[in-house]
């Protein structure tokens, strides 16, 4: 089973280091995982994938087999879109970033959220813990309690995220300005 990591745009090298961390890659070789997909962002490689090979020189993937944990790792740092990789993935942990929240979710994937108590006003919290409320994914306050969280979590209770039925909003929009609800079936500019 495949695990992707992703710290989006910016810097998250204590994300980066736990995930890496023999430790953490023994507990997700535990919940049977043999694959780690890292998406680092603008975070610095780790020193023990520096002497990884490329094995993708067009996306500068790189790739190193953990002695202890058995995992095999694959990260790079940007790719033009994630989505092959979230995808392909069985479960997700993630920046506590809307869109990478979002999107998984979408994708109805087991998601586990870290946020970055480093970035101002630590806004993305709300989120998280919402969404954990809801049941819909797990979250840790903090990369220093990611381990703890994670081992202790029950992925299969999660609940489905379904996407906004936007036909509601369209339906009030059409009758405030006075022309007749649409037709459900019939596309109405991609709206």
Same mark, same amino acid.
């Given at each position: 089973?495949?695990?992707?990591?992703?710290?989006?745009?910016?810097?998250?090298?204590?994300?980066?280091?736990?995930?890496?961390?023999?430790?953490?890659?023994?507990?997700?070789?535990?919940?049977?995982?043999?694959?780690?997909?890292?998406?680092?962002?603008?975070?610095?490689?780790?020193?023990?994938?520096?002497?990884? !090979?490329? &094995?993708?020189?067009? /996306?500068? &993937? &790189?790739?190193?087999? /953990?002695?202890?944990?058995?995992?095999? &790792?694959?990260?790079?740092?940007?790719?033009? !879109?994630?989505?092959? /990789?979230?995808?392909?993935?069985?479960?997700?942990?993630?920046?506590?970033?809307?869109?990478?929240?979002?999107?998984?979710?979408?994708?109805?994937?087991?998601?586990?959220?870290?946020?970055?108590?480093?970035?101002?006003?630590?806004?993305?919290?709300?989120?998280?813990?919402?969404?954990?409320?809801?049941?819909?994914?797990?979250?840790?306050?903090?990369? !220093?309690?990611?381990?703890?969280?994670?081992?202790?979590?029950?992925?299969?209770?999660?609940?489905?995220?379904?996407?906004?039925?936007?036909?509601?909003?369209?339906?009030?929009?059409?009758?405030?300005?006075?022309?007749?609800?649409?037709? !459900?079936?019939?596309?109405?500019?991609?709206?």
């Amino acid at each position: 089973m495949r695990v992707f990591v992703t710290v989006g745009t910016t810097r998250f090298d204590d994300l980066v280091e736990a995930v890496l961390d023999p430790s953490f890659l023994q507990l997700l070789v535990k919940h049977g995982f043999n694959q780690l997909i890292l998406q680092h962002g603008h975070s610095p490689i780790p020193p023990q994938l520096q002497t990884a !090979s490329i &094995i993708n020189r067009q /996306d500068n &993937i &790189i790739e190193w087999t /953990d002695t202890v944990s058995g995992m095999t &790792i694959q990260a790079y740092s940007f790719k033009p !879109s994630l989505l092959s /990789d979230m995808q392909s993935a069985s479960r997700i942990i993630s920046h506590a970033g809307s869109g990478c929240i979002l999107e998984a979710l979408y994708l109805h994937k087991q998601l586990f959220v870290v946020v970055n108590s480093s970035l101002m006003h630590n806004h993305q919290q709300d989120l998280a813990h919402i969404l954990q409320q809801q049941g819909h994914l797990y979250f840790s306050n903090s990369v !220093s309690d990611l381990a703890q969280v994670f081992a202790a979590a029950d992925f299969s209770v999660l609940k489905p995220f379904s996407k906004p039925d936007r036909t509601a909003f369209m339906n009030i929009l059409h009758d405030m300005a006075g022309f007749p609800a649409p037709c !459900s079936s019939v596309p109405h500019n991609g709206l």
